[in-house]
């Protein structure tokens, strides 16, 4: 279509030309052609000309400027050209936008070409295996003997999981996924969630283990209950230690849902104004029926004693402490429930005279089910959670747990609430 104004003014000058022929000379006639065509070859291979030495270089050179009908076609290639350009902005400033984020990703990305070297690497990926530049083999960097072996055997259907030696410590799990030619690889750290799943397992390990002898047990004399004729003292001794069993396993299952409310709760605890003397008298009065007196048991309260917090959460704790205390030290033993400020923290501490505890359990004291001795804290009554229950209200609280103990010394529990939750006298 840009040619058609060049062919009518051609079509117009051989019409010309035929005219002079014919009514002039066909000399002049044939020169006025000569010339015609001569300039629109000139003409249009001057253009041509401009047009190939552009092409030679596209992409360094400007575009050539013409008229008539080369004009039209050149800014035609102008106006492209400048379209193409603002495309690839666009697409590189999209482009730059998801490598920015894959670069903020915590997942390490690799592409890897058909000969498993990197064509490309994310941030973390740099960071985690020490990758710089590309075309290298990607085991340069990853030089694990397993990683080697599972990516020779290219069978990616399942994950690989190591350590990396520069990253003693932390967990890695690997994966490849096919993508054309290549392979797009991904290193993420597992290291927490392999903690949480060992601690789930150990869990459920720990919560069969715990209910399986009550469990036999009532299913053991239900059993004999039902299939033997016993005397009245028989039948009633069998009752009892059913009803010891039930009242264990209830008080695990009690034990277990208290700390499940605790940990699912995400809010913050009740902003309540408590008034230590009268929690610490009734939970003295609590530990002093469940000690049966053959134990000492008294209170001490110093300075301000009014806090803020849960009155329940704290309570619990309070209680949790009390019984562990009562349960581990030995009849005639004293244990003393104490409140003071120390340093602008609060210190609910219960001290006993008890058997005390040895120093390499005491890191551990405040997992679920630890025990330090599995057969004593059995015949005690112990869930082995209510340490668990105390450390997490104390979490809740923005408060810390603090154990001083050794053995044949007794031992101290002490609740360290922030300042933030004490009142001063003025408010008392």
């Known amino acids: 279509m840009i040619w058609i104004r060049q062919l009518l003014w051609l079509g117009a000058a051989l019409l010309v030309a035929a005219l002079l022929a014919y009514f002039i000379s066909p000399t002049i006639g044939l020169v006025w052609s000569a010339l015609v065509l001569g300039g629109a070859v000139a003409f249009n291979g001057y253009f041509l000309w401009q047009l190939n030495e552009w092409a030679v270089l596209p992409d360094k050179r400007r575009v050539p400027i013409g008229t008539g009908s080369w004009g039209l076609a050149f800014e035609r290639i102008s106006r492209y050209l400048r379209e193409r350009a603002d495309a690839s902005e666009a697409l590189e400033a999209e482009l730059e936008g998801v490598h920015a984020a894959v670069d903020r990703l915590p997942d390490a990305l690799i592409a890897l070409d058909r000969f498993d070297h990197v064509l490309w690497s994310n941030r973390s990926a740099q960071e985690l295996h020490g990758i710089f530049g590309t075309s290298r083999p990607i085991h340069h960097f990853i030089r694990q003997p397993d990683f080697v072996s599972f990516l020779d055997a290219g069978k990616f259907d399942n994950p690989l999981q190591i350590s990396l030696a520069t990253h003693p410590?932390?967990?890695?799990?690997?994966?490849?996924?096919?993508?054309?030619?290549?392979?797009?690889?991904?290193?993420?750290?597992?290291?927490?969630?392999?903690?949480?799943?060992?601690?789930?397992?150990?869990?459920?390990?720990?919560?069969?283990?715990?209910?399986?002898?009550?469990?036999?047990?009532?299913?053991?004399?239900?059993?004999?209950?039902?299939?033997?004729?016993?005397?009245?003292?028989?039948?009633?001794?069998?009752?009892?230690?059913?009803?010891?069993?039930?009242?264990?396993?209830?008080?695990?299952?009690?034990?277990l849902l208290t700390l499940a409310t605790l940990e699912a709760d995400l809010d913050q605890p009740r902003d309540q104004v408590i008034d230590l003397r009268e929690l610490f008298a009734a939970m003295i009065d609590e530990a002093t029926a469940f000690s049966g007196g053959r134990h000492r048991i008294s209170m001490t309260i110093n300075d301000a004693y009014q806090v803020r917090g849960d009155a329940g959460e704290l309570e619990s704790a309070i209680r949790n402490l009390l019984t562990n205390a009562v349960r581990y030290t030995p009849d005639g033993g004293a244990i003393e429930l104490s409140w003071r400020v120390r340093d602008g923290e609060g210190w609910i501490t219960v001290r006993d005279t008890g058997i005390g505890i040895d120093a390499d359990h005491l890191p551990r004291l405040s997992e679920r089910f630890y025990r330090v001795d599995r057969g004593r804290s059995r015949s005690t009554g112990g869930t082995g959670l209510g340490l668990a229950i105390v450390k997490r209200i104390a979490s809740r609280h923005g408060a810390g747990l603090h154990i001083v103990s050794a053995p044949g010394d007794g031992s101290s529990f002490s609740l360290r609430l922030p300042a933030s939750r004490i009142l001063p006298p003025s408010d008392e």
């Open 169 to 255: 410590g932390r967990i890695y799990r690997i994966r490849i996924f096919p993508s054309g030619d290549g392979k797009l690889m991904i290193t993420r750290d597992v290291t927490d969630q392999t903690k949480i799943d060992a601690m789930r397992s150990d869990f459920v390990a720990n919560v069969s283990h715990e209910l399986r002898t009550p469990v036999t047990i009532v299913c053991g004399f239900a059993e004999t209950l039902l299939e033997l004729e016993l005397d009245e003292a028989t039948r009633r001794e069998h009752l009892e230690s059913i009803l010891r069993s039930s009242r264990s396993m209830q008080r695990i299952i009690d034990d």
